[in-house]
């Protein structure tokens, strides 16, 4: 199933990437094999460091940038997901999931660090973000963190 997903950039002269088809792809990859078989719409707002540092600051009192932050838009079971607990468009009906922001600047450095590359590392960031609008968590080190860890790995075929 393809799924509606928008991207948009907050800021200019953020590079060169093909960041918006390699978002869409992870997200429809991701939200497949979580068995999402709905229309979902997800959107997804690319930024600079000091963009994601003030909706870190604003948002979860954290001022510091980051990678990439997820607000979803409904309250789900980790690997259970039932779109009638969900927001629906009300002219489409489709589902509405949630909201993502990734820093692209964080996303270079770190695929640069990781040794993986750009592409890799977006990818892997907005797996991580669906997995948060679709209610996984990683909170601690305990068994909520270990299940979202391993369907990260699952989704990004590692």
């Known amino acids: 199933m393809e799924h509606e997903v928008y991207v948009s950039r907050e800021v200019k002269n953020l590079g060169r990437h093909n960041a918006a088809a390699l978002i869409k792809k992870a997200v429809n990859t991701a939200l497949n094999a979580e068995g999402v078989n709905v229309n979902c719409i997800v959107s997804v707002m690319l930024t600079d460091e000091e963009g994601i540092r003030r909706v870190n600051r604003e948002f979860r009192g954290i001022d510091s940038a980051t ?26 009906g489709a589902v509405m999931l949630g909201d993502m922001m990734i ?11 990781f040794g993986h590359g750009f592409e890799r590392e977006i990818q892997y960031l907005t797996v991580h973000s669906v997995l948060h609008l679709l209610g996984y968590d990683h909170v601690d ?18």
């Not at 838009?73 to 629906?88: V, Y």
């Open 103 to 113: 820093s692209l600047p964080r996303c270079e450095a770190q695929g640069e660090e």
């Open 67 to 92: 990678d990439v932050l997820s607000f979803p838009l409904n309250e789900l079971i980790p690997g259970a997901f039932d779109p009638e607990d969900c927001e629906k468009d009300p002219e489409t």
């Open 141 to 158: 080190e305990g068994p909520m963190k270990e299940q979202m860890r391993r369907r990260e790995k699952l989704i990004m075929g590692d």
